[in-house]
């Protein structure tokens, strides 16, 4: 009787391990693997500081509006370049609205920010989310990162690297 005690004391946690996970749903294999922005395809909640310290969140963008995140850092010259080609053909984004987001502290990105003259651009909002939950919701590796959201707010294609003015002018129209 004993050795019958001590197996099911023994067996016990596994068991009702086994029987806990049958009862869960969990989330498929597939979908617990892929990152972030594609499990919860709308634009991330986090906070972004703007220029003047002021904080923002997905909340303040503008509805039903094409969005276009452009995740960057202040010393990328990919991100610099992708920059001016974007000033440069600015009245092509006209429709979107683009949110440029950085890693690096607010005082940094205001660098960036003056060094650009992004004030003079309407569609542009530019934050720090110096947290840098941004990196890990998108899965960065290299910058920049590029992410195209629907005028419902719904992912559409994202770019890691670099991308094309004209890709990107496509997406957004």
Not at 14 to 24: F, G, L, P
Not at 70 to 85: A, G, R
Not at 120 to 142: A, V, W
Request: some cysteine; hydrophobic content about 35%.
């Amino acid at each position: 009787m004993k050795h019958y005690l001590i197996v099911l004391l023994l067996c016990l946690p596994a068991w009702m391990n086994a029987q806990s996970t049958k009862t869960s749903n969990p989330a498929p294999a597939a979908t617990r693997d892929q990152p972030p922005y594609l499990q919860f395809p709308t634009p991330p909640a986090f906070k972004y500081t703007l220029p003047d310290g002021k904080e923002i969140t997905k909340k303040d963008l503008k509805k039903n509006v094409k969005t276009l995140i452009f995740v960057f850092s202040v010393d990328c010259d990919h991100c610099k370049h992708l920059t001016e080609e974007m000033l440069k053909n600015i009245n092509k984004f006209k429709k979107a609205q683009i949110l440029m987001v950085t890693p690096f502290k607010r005082e940094l990105m205001k660098e960036y920010y003056d060094h650009y003259n992004i004030k003079n651009y309407p569609n542009i909002t530019m934050g720090s989310e110096p947290s840098r939950q941004i990196m890990y919701f998108y899965n960065l590796h290299y910058f920049p990162g590029l992410f195209i959201y629907d005028k419902k707010g719904q992912f559409v294609k994202g770019f890691e690297g670099t991308a094309k003015i004209e890709d990107l002018v496509e997406l957004l129209k």
